[in-house]
Nanobody, 128 residues
Framework: QVQLVESGGGSVQAGGSLRLSCAAS????????MGWFRQAPGKEREGVAA????????YYADSVKGRFTISQDNAKNMLYLQMNSLKPEETAMYYC?????????????????????WGPGTQVTVSS
């Protein structure tokens, strides 16, 4: 089992920035990919960004490219998401997730069904 706990959410005005953190514990050696996802009320959960901890390969949703950056600190078992130029429509619960899938390519890296473990989420609210 892998336990994930997100932090860093909050309220920010449009154009502002937030940095989300995710602390991983447990059987982290079994994880092949880590990702950030978000879900707004009444909408499906969508992938935002993902990273392969072993080799550092990243993948971003088109909507966040150039504004969001996913990073990791393997020594501390930490995952981060730096979010800049936030938009009101990005108000959502943001989740950290871990995948045991051996190989994910392209958009599969941000497909929620590919992930096995999930944190409880952290709320991000962007006001206009």
């Amino acid at each position: 089992q892998v336990q994930l706990v997100e932090s860093g959410g909050g309220s920010v005005q449009a154009g502002g920035s937030l940095r989300l953190s995710c602390a991983a514990s447990g059987a982290t050696d079994n994880t092949r990919y880590m990702g950030w996802f978000r879900q707004a009320p009444g909408k499906e959960r969508e992938g935002v960004a993902a990273i392969s901890p072993g080799i550092g390969t990243t993948y971003y949703a088109d909507s966040v490219k150039g504004r969001f950056t996913i990073s990791q600190d393997n020594a501390k078992n930490m995952l981060y998401l730096q979010m800049n130029s936030l938009k009101p429509e990005e108000t959502a619960m943001y989740y950290c997730a871990a995948s045991r899938v051996w190989s994910l390519i392209g958009t599969m890296m941000i497909r929620p069904s590919m992930y096995n473990y999930w944190g409880p989420g952290t709320q991000v609210t962007v006001s206009s």
